[in-house]
């Protein structure tokens, strides 16, 4: 249910088929699991528990099927590059060791791969994306433009997501939540107050504003700081919060009966469900935990067609 972003003209294959280490020499090893320490340039914050936890079941079933990719430390012991998710739910499902491609990367193509794994795997939100380009630029003494060859980025795409850092800390979660989009978001950089900026995004999401819209929007504010007040919308505040609390509820409450990721979009005159499914099978499953007693309804069915055929002299 998702859309490639594309753009990663370098990607995890061109990182990684290092000349001094190529693929074809590549061996699998089974390192134990406690040898190994998280990745310290991992730029994703969050992992959903429910999406672990089906790995996990998973893994407990099959093993891990795709081997992670490690380093050696000096000190001994590994540091994980990619495959924070098979890691954390392999020691969930009880297993000892993993199996392992062990590389020889410094610390910059470390977390370089961390990044782009993330980037094309689309688990990285537009902020959490925005920090680790920060994080390579000032770990590594980077340029935009040295950081865009790295990543396989544009200078522009860079310098775009970077300048979403500025927005207020309350408008980065929302943007982080998914409830403003990075379209909506960025015209209301232009506004300096930072509660104007928050109220502004409020508005942004209730009305469910375009990209142009926002751009109006901001163009108000700044001719009329006050015209948010003037339409009589509520500044934030409990309502808020509670509405916040409510679709935090909503949204595990759904993950967890529907055993998948499951996002609440908001809106004044409409609002959206998102569902994530990653295969044929996986859908047929959570159709059924939408509908637990569509199989009893299916089986009634067929038996009162059965019914009809004997007494009408056909088989069904």
């Given amino acids: 249910m998702t859309s490639s972003k594309g753009g990663l003209g370098k990607g995890l294959g061109a990182l990684m088929g290092n000349t001094h280490l190529t693929p074809a020499k590549d061996k699998v090893q089974e390192i134990s699991v406690v040898t190994i320490q998280a990745n310290r340039y991992q730029p994703r914050q969050e992992f959903e528990e429910t999406a672990l936890a089906d790995l996990t079941q998973s893994i407990q079933t099959y093993g891990v099927l795709q081997p ?12 994980l590059i990619a495959g924070e998710r098979r890691l954390r739910a392999a020691r969930a499902a009880g297993l000892q060791q993993i199996p392992a491609l062990v590389r020889e990367y410094n610390d910059a193509e470390t977390s370089e791969i961390a990044l782009i794994e993330n980037i094309q795997r689309e688990d990285l939100s537009a902020i959490e994306e925005a920090r680790a380009y920060a994080q390579l630029m000032q770990s590594f003494q980077l340029t935009q433009d040295d950081l865009a060859h790295k990543v396989g ?3 522009s795409h860079i ?17 982080a939540e ?10 209301l950089l232009a506004i300096e107050d930072a509660q104007l900026q928050q109220q502004a995004a409020i508005y942004v999401m209730d009305e469910e504003l375009s ?4 751009e109006a929007l901001v163009k108000r504010l700044q001719a009329n700081p006050d015209w948010l007040v003037q339409q009589g919308q509520e500044p934030q505040g409990k309502k808020q919060a509670e509405q916040s609390v409510f679709l935090r509820d909503a949204t595990d409450r759904l993950t967890q009966l529907l055993g998948t990721q499951v996002h609440i979009r908001p809106g004044k005159k409409k609002s959206k469900i998102e569902i994530e499914y990653y295969s044929e099978e996986d859908l047929e499953r959570i159709l059924a935990a939408m509908h637990p007693d569509a199989d009893a309804i299916k089986q009634q069915k067929l038996e009162a067609l059965r019914k009809v055929s004997l007494s009408q002299h056909f088989t069904v």
């Fill in 211 to 214: 990209a142009r819209q926002c």
């Fill in 68 to 79: 992670i990719i490690v380093r050696r430390l000096p000190q001994g012991g590994y540091e």
């Fill in 159 to 175: 310098a775009n997501f970077l300048r979403l850092l500025k927005l207020a800390a309350p408008v980065q979660q929302m943007l």
């Fill in 153 to 155: 980025r544009s200078r």
């Fill in 178 to 187: 998914g409830s403003l989009s990075m379209g909506q978001a960025k015209p």
